[in-house]
């Protein structure tokens, strides 16, 4: 089993009425949900699925094949499709623009996109994200 320690060797008890159910690692799982969580958030990163690979081998000694990156990664674009064309309020009475600097400011990096997040609050009073637009710089036209 692949863990984010490392392989894990396990050997399952068997029963003749084909019963036992583990408590912690689930009938048949190859690798626990660590190993997801890790995967996601390299990608959320920019980190390609070579370099995905490369880091789980080289960090936890997993070999996760360019597929198995690429299954768990295609969960989360389809996650943010159905976000991307989810209905909207007709009103918001309240809208917040946001705007977060280029990370390099100060700290010598060379990061110079611009982030731009709008946030509705409803007549309930609840925060909605609305939208988050990326820009490679803080050009006045974007």
């Given at each position: 089993m692949s863990t984010s320690n490392g392989?894990?060797?396990?050997?399952?008890?068997?029963?003749?009425?084909?019963?036992?159910?583990p408590a912690i690692v689930p009938k048949r799982a190859r690798r626990l949900g660590n190993i997801d969580e890790v995967i996601l958030?390299?990608?959320?990163?920019?980190?390609?699925?070579?370099?995905?690979?490369?880091?789980?081998?080289?960090?936890?000694?997993?070999?996760?094949?360019?597929?198995?990156?690429?299954?768990?990664?295609?969960?989360?674009?389809?996650?943010?499709?159905?976000?991307?064309?989810?209905p909207l309020d007709e009103v918001y009475p309240i809208l917040l623009r946001r705007r977060h600097p280029p990370a390099d400011q100060g700290q010598g990096r060379g990061d110079h996109e611009g982030r731009h997040l709008a946030v509705g609050v409803d007549v309930e009073g609840r925060k909605h994200a609305l939208g988050l637009w990326i820009a490679d710089s803080e050009a006045a036209k974007f």
């Open positions: 392989l894990v060797e396990l050997a399952v008890p068997r029963d003749r009425n084909g019963s036992f159910e958030s390299l990608h959320s990163r920019g980190m390609t699925t070579r370099d995905i690979e490369s880091h789980l081998y080289e960090v936890y000694g997993v070999n996760a094949s360019r597929e198995l990156i690429s299954n768990v990664t295609e969960v989360v674009a389809d996650e943010i499709a159905l976000w991307q064309t989810r």
